[in-house]
């Protein structure tokens, strides 16, 4: 258990869709908005992880079809993603620490909803689930299942634990993070990483 923490937490703290994602909401909407985000993050991780431990990403990933279908959905949710956040970046050149903290979004859902389809409907987060988790799991102790259910729950508070931290820096930081040059640097980098995401996950083969 304490080398698959290790591995997961390693992993977790890698740079990528997530942590780009979680750092633009963080600076836009404030402490809350990063910690939706977050919290939509994990949901979305449920999601693949439960479904490994029943079997059900082994049986997408099964599946060509299915496959396909779930990674052009989530390839096109992170395209559409990127790109809106490139155009902000071009808004947020023009803007002040104070225009661009009264046009942040007010409704929780929107970072909450975004932290979740951007894993939610990551195919590589169910093949990561599927071939990660097997390599901690004892046959010959207690039920695979509930072994794989454990570890899920593991890397959700992982996750929880790594970004909260995360955000708290952020948050710190957020002064400087905030002005427009930054912010609009901030914003090109996470659109132009969500762009590559998306391009790499809609021509990644079963």
Not at 20 to 49: C, E, K, P, Q, S
Not at 107 to 131: C, D, E, H, M
């Amino acid at each position: 258990m304490t080398a698959f923490a290790i591995a997961a937490l390693l992993l977790i703290m890698v740079p990528g869709p997530d942590q780009a994602l979680i750092t633009r909401n963080a600076l836009i909407g404030g402490r809350h908005a990063g910690v939706l985000t977050m919290f939509g993050g994990v949901l979305g991780v449920a999601v693949h992880a439960t479904a490994a431990a029943v079997g059900l990403s082994a049986l997408l990933l099964a599946s060509s079809t299915a496959f396909t279908v779930l990674k052009v959905v989530g390839a096109a949710y992170l395209l559409w993603l990127g790109f809106q956040m490139l155009r902000s970046a071009i808004r947020s050149r023009h803007e002040t620490v104070e225009t661009a903290t009264a046009s942040a979004p007010r409704r929780g859902i929107v970072y909450l909803r975004q932290g979740f389809l951007s894993n939610a409907l990551n195919p590589k987060v169910a093949l990561f689930f599927v071939t990660f988790l097997p390599q901690f799991i004892s046959t010959d102790s207690g039920s695979p299942q509930s072994q794989a259910l454990v570890f899920s729950a593991i890397f959700a508070v992982l996750y929880v634990c790594w970004f909260g931290l995360y955000i708290a820096a952020v948050e710190r930081l957020g002064r400087w993070l905030r002005k427009p040059r930054v912010k609009a640097r901030i914003e090109q980098v996470t659109g132009t990483l969500l762009v590559a995401v998306a391009v790499r996950l809609a021509t990644a083969t079963h």
